[in-house]
T-cell receptor
C-alpha cells in the first residue's frame, strides 16, 4: 500500500490565485481530513469527510473548499489564496470508529506571496 | 475549550538516557490518545494508540501511559538513540460530530551522540 499520498510537495502562489491540493489513499478508509500546521499552533482541522459524498467543516474552514466524489480522493481547493494561508498542509485518513489509528500524508508546503 | 499542552517544548539528552515526555489535556472525556512522531519536513507517523480504558501501551522502547481522570499522558523512551531525534506530538480523540483529534504543539527532542 502507498498509504496516504499528497501532491504537490511544494507550491508557491501569488495572492488571489487558486489551486487544488491533491490527496489520495489506498486503504479503503472512510474518514479523511485536512489539517494545516503552523509554527506554535499545532495542527488544526480544516475540513473532514466521513465517506464519499459527505464533507463538513473543521476548526479553520474559511477560504477552503473540499469534495469527496470517491472513497480514495479528497482534494482541498484554495479559492483565492491569501498570505495567511501560507502553511504546511497534511491530509489524513482512518478506517472509522472511535479506536482506530490515523494515518498522515507527507504534507504540502504552500507559500502565498 | 479542548486544549492540549506538551511539556517540555524542547529537550536535549545524551544518547542512552531514558526520558519522559508529558502531555496534558483539559477535557478528560477522551476516547483514545495517540502519540505521533514527526521528522523535519515530513508527515506524522503514529507511534502508539492508547484506549481510554487502558493505563499503558508499549511498543519496543516506547511506553505510553494514560491517566484519563487527571488529563495526563506520558511517553517514556528507553535507552534513547540519535535516531529518536524528532518532534513528538500527542493527540487525544474526542467524540461528538467531528470525532476529531486535538493536537498539542509537540516536544522537540534532540538525542546527542
Amino acid at each position: 500500500n502507498a498509504g496516504v499520498t499528497q501532491t504537490p510537495k511544494f507550491q508557491v502562489l501569488k495572492t488571489g490565485q487558486s489551486m487544488t491540493l491533491q490527496c489520495a489513499q489506498d486503504m479503503n478508509h472512510e474518514y479523511m481530513s485536512w489539517y494545516r500546521q503552523d509554527p506554535g499552533m499545532g495542527l488544526r482541522l480544516i475540513h473532514y469527510s466521513v465517506g464519499a459524498g459527505i464533507t463538513d467543516q473543521g476548526e479553520v474552514p474559511n477560504g477552503y473548499n473540499v469534495s469527496r466524489s470517491t472513497t480514495e480522493d479528497f482534494p482541498l481547493r484554495l479559492l483565492s489564496a491569501a498570505p495567511s494561508q501560507t502553511s504546511v498542509y497534511f491530509c489524513a485518513s482512518r478506517r472509522g470508529g472511535l479506536t482506530d489509528t490515523q494515518y498522515f500524508g507527507p504534507g504540502t508546503r504552500l507559500t502565498v506571496l | 475549550k479542548q486544549e492540549v499542552t506538551q511539556i517540555p517544548a524542547a529537550l536535549s539528552v545524551p544518547e542512552g538516557e531514558n526520558l519522559v515526555l508529558n502531555c496534558s489535556f483539559t477535557d478528560s472525556a477522551i476516547y483514545n490518545l495517540q502519540w505521533f512522531r514527526q521528522d523535519p519536513g515530513k508527515g506524522l507517523t503514529s507511534l502508539l494508540l492508547i484506549q481510554s480504558s487502558q493505563r499503558e501501551q508499549t511498543s519496543g522502547r516506547l511506553n505510553a501511559s494514560l491517566d484519563k481522570s487527571s488529563g495526563r499522558s506520558t511517553l517514556y523512551i528507553a535507552a534513547s538513540q540519535p535516531g529518536d531525534s524528532a518532534t513528538y506530538l500527542c493527540a487525544p480523540r474526542y467524540g461528538g460530530a467531528t470525532n476529531k483529534l486535538i493536537f498539542g504543539t509537540g516536544t522537540l527532542l534532540a538525542v546527542q551522540p
